[in-house]
């Protein structure tokens, strides 16, 4: 293992950088002014558990519409919540809000410049501060995500299993880091990880850092990081409901907080079992829907009534051909689609 290293991959960066909205150019001067940072952490709380390619449209749209904190700050909730529809994890979106107000409350509509004082935000934890200290700020931040753990567990050969490791992998490279570069170091380590270094088969042949591996000087690149056994999710049940009137379905707004708090969806269950329908009625089930959450998989079998006329219930009636556009997060999408599609439910219904 060799210091060289971080300037071998800051050369390779140079001619390799990815193209994205959020980044600027290696080597470039940061672009002034407070929009700069609002887009980089803007676009690191998109990139939690999403890619780059589910997250660049969304990143658009945002800053489209809400084009700097303040204009995010003041934005409605149930905007908000539905221009984030599809992109997963809603807890984002809440936090999102809710940092951007405190950005406004506590510091006028700059976001800070510090780890420390960008910790203090609501939902912006270690990574994300080190990552808008970085690229929003110019900061010497040390920025750790899952693909630099990759790059660095293999460069040293790191066998303490994930996520142990973490602690190795902060001391192995915080000496490391190029004073002035460390946003550029980190997103070096981000593009070499995708196209070079990757989870599987990674393509040693064509890395830079070759000479410097150790994982690939043991013949063994791929079994880092080492991770520690997965346990096996359970899977709930639920039953989610169909409820048809005059050409209109029936929609809630689930409860601000837990799952997909705040967003569009089907009346539904608790996710826990069987459980009786909102109303009494000839009820018919359409099918199952299969979505995955960070703790468990769940089933939830989509039931439906067609009514002569709408029933006094709570929640909004929306028209068959506003579904699709009601801004539902993915497990109640997949649901509306089983509900648009059942023709012929409707022409039993209608005989």
Not at 93 to 116: I, K, M, T
Not at 130 to 145: E, L, N, S
Not at 172 to 200: H, K
Request: glycine share 8%; aromatic share 8%.
């Amino acid at each position: 293992m060799t210091d060289s290293w971080p300037h071998e991959l800051l050369h390779w960066y140079r001619a390799h950088a990815r193209d994205l909205p959020w980044r600027n150019p290696p080597g470039a001067a940061l672009p002034g002014g407070p929009d700069w940072p609002y887009r980089v952490w803007l676009s690191e709380v998109m990139l939690q558990q999403t890619t780059v390619e589910a997250a660049t449209p969304y990143f658009h749209a945002f800053t489209s519409r809400w084009p700097t904190v303040s204009a995010l700050a003041a934005a409605d909730d149930a905007d908000v919540m539905q221009a984030w529809a599809g992109l997963g994890y809603y807890a984002r979106a809440r936090n999102l809000l809710a940092c951007a107000r405190a950005v406004v409350e506590r510091h006028g509509g700059r976001f800070p410049a510090s780890e420390s004082e960008l910790r203090d935000l609501p939902g912006i934890g270690d990574y994300t501060a080190a990552a808008a200290a970085a690229f929003g700020f110019g900061r010497d931040a040390v920025v750790i995500d899952g693909n630099v753990e990759r790059v660095v567990s293999r460069m040293f050969a790191i066998a303490t299993p994930l996520p142990a490791a973490r602690v190795a992998i902060r001391a192995a490279l915080t000496p490391l880091v190029p004073q002035g570069q460390a946003g550029d170091f980190a997103q070096a380590m981000m593009d070499l990880a995708r196209r070079v270094c990757t989870a599987r088969t990674p393509r040693c042949l064509a890395c830079p850092l070759i000479d410097s591996c150790a994982a690939h000087k043991a013949g063994t690149p791929g079994a880092f990081p080492v991770k520690a056994a997965k346990k096996a999710r359970p899977t709930r049940q639920g039953t989610a409901w169909w409820i048809e009137a005059d050409g209109a379905v029936l929609t809630v707004l689930r409860p601000a907080k837990g799952l997909l708090g705040g967003m569009r969806a089907l009346p539904s269950c608790d996710w826990r079992g069987e459980s009786a329908p909102p109303l009494a009625g000839d009820w018919q089930t359409l099918g199952v829907v299969r979505h995955g959450f960070t703790h468990f998989d769940l089933e939830l079998a989509v039931q439906a009534l067609i009514l002569p006329a709408k029933p006094a219930m709570a929640g909004e009636w929306l028209t068959l051909n506003a579904i699709e556009s009601a801004g539902m997060p993915t497990l109640f999408a997949k649901a509306a689609r089983l509900g648009l599609a059942a023709d012929d439910f409707r022409e039993n219904r209608a005989a």
